[in-house]
């Protein structure tokens, strides 16, 4: 496609519930990543994907959180046991190639979680 | 945790007036680049500038980079409404995949 697109744009669940978000990275874009952002802060690393591996998944918070990229284009961000403090906008980015310098990533318009 | 420094936090400015922004950092970077971001979207990339550039314009922007004071700043020249916005500094140092931001500054442009 044209540009990162994420599903849902807004995703409201109770606590304790079981989520997925979904990124769809530009098309040959080779390395995927999921940030995540709350109110009045800028984004914070949470993992990154080179091809179907996760090559550093260092920001997750905690074991709750597990993100899954099987075929190497689209990835899957998956919260178990959802919490009231996992509320923030996730942020999915991807760039052609995350080797040297001059390497853009692009965001998309991000899912924005709720959770109640 | 966030180690880049936006600044100010806030800024109002009229429209065609300009509107310059400071950012901070503590490592070594590869590149710092600055993005924008409209209330509740996604970011937008805006430009790209290499540790060993100083200067670099694209449109009304104009970024520096001065490395010895780990320090960045964006200047948007004759300012709209429409670039009313947070903007965000952010740079990748060793990994040179790991984007590490800024809070942000929130630049409102009044008609």
């Known amino acids: 496609g044209a540009g990162v697109s994420q599903t849902p744009s807004n995703k409201v669940t109770e606590k304790g519930k079981y989520v997925e978000l979904r990124c769809d990275p530009i098309?040959?874009?080779?390395?995927l990543y999921w940030y995540r952002q709350s109110l009045g802060q800028g984004p914070e690393f949470l993992i990154y994907?080179?091809?179907?591996?996760?090559?550093?998944d260092s920001g997750l918070p905690n074991d709750r959180f597990f993100a899954v990229r099987p075929e190497g284009s689209v990835s899957t961000l998956k919260i178990q046991r959802t919490e009231r403090g996992d509320s923030a906008m996730y942020l999915c980015?991807?760039?052609?190639?995350?080797?040297?310098?001059?390497?853009?990533?692009?965001f998309g318009p991000g899912t924005r979680l709720t959770v109640l | 945790s966030q180690q880049g420094e936006e600044d100010p936090q806030a800024l109002s400015i009229q429209e065609g007036e300009n509107a310059t922004m400071n950012c901070s950092y503590k490592?070594?970077?590869?590149?710092l680049q600055w993005y924008r971001q409209n209330s509740g979207r996604g970011l937008v990339h805006l430009i790209l500038?290499?540790?060993?550039?100083r200067e670099k314009h694209s449109g009304r922007l104009r970024v520096t980079l001065d490395t010895s004071k780990k320090s960045s700043s964006l200047l948007i020249t004759a300012s709209r409404a429409a670039d009313t916005a947070s903007y965000f500094c952010?740079?990748?140092?060793?990994?040179?995949?790991?984007?590490?931001f800024g809070k942000g500054t929130l630049l409102t442009v009044n008609p």
């Open positions: 980015a991807s760039s052609l190639t995350p080797a040297g310098v001059g390497d853009t990533q692009y």
């Open positions: 098309s040959g874009h080779t390395a």
């Open positions: 994907f080179q091809g179907t591996g996760a090559a550093d």
């Open positions: 490592t070594s970077i590869n590149n």
């Open positions: 500038i290499r540790s060993n550039e």
């Open positions: 952010s740079y990748s140092g060793g990994s040179n995949y790991k984007l590490t």
